[in-house]
């Protein structure tokens, strides 16, 4: 059983950073693309950010290109979302998910919900003005 558990969210400040983690237990983690989600109270999820099984490439929504950074630790089973400059309409419940089969070429499917295998329960962000 694939297990993944976000941490890192909590009530920050407009401009602040704050850094997210999700770790993988159950397979073996370089066996998966990892993914990142939210979704605002009222709205439906989003793709935030995507990183390769290898950490090679990485994607991101338009909203958060510049501020936020996707990395891994292979060894330590870990990915981290590194958020920069936070903004009010950065508040939301944070997913990590993990996809086995995410397509590159020719049609980009890493920021598609259905292209990922496993979930966590999400972590609250909360930026204040």
């Known amino acids: 059983q694939v297990q993944l558990v976000e941490s890192g969210g909590r009530l920050v400040q407009f401009g602040d950073s704050l850094r997210l983690s999700c770790g993988i237990s159950?397979?073996?983690?370089?066996?998966?693309?990892m993914g990142w989600f939210r979704q605002a109270q009222g709205k439906e999820r989003e793709f935030v950010a995507h990183i390769t099984w290898s950490g090679d490439n990485s994607y991101y929504a338009d909203s958060v290109k510049g501020r936020f950074a996707l990395s891994r630790d292979n060894a330590k089973n870990t990915v981290y979302l590194q958020m920069n400059s936070l903004k009010p309409e950065d508040t939301a419940v944070y997913f990590c998910?993990?996809?086995?089969?995410?397509?590159?070429?020719?049609?980009?499917?890493?920021?598609?919900?259905?292209?990922?295998?496993?979930w966590g329960q999400g972590t609250q962000v909360t930026v204040s003005s």
């Open positions: 159950g397979r073996t983690f370089t066996t998966y693309a």
């Open positions: 998910a993990a996809g086995s089969a995410v397509q590159y070429f020719p049609r980009p499917t890493y920021s598609e919900e259905r292209a990922y295998d496993y």
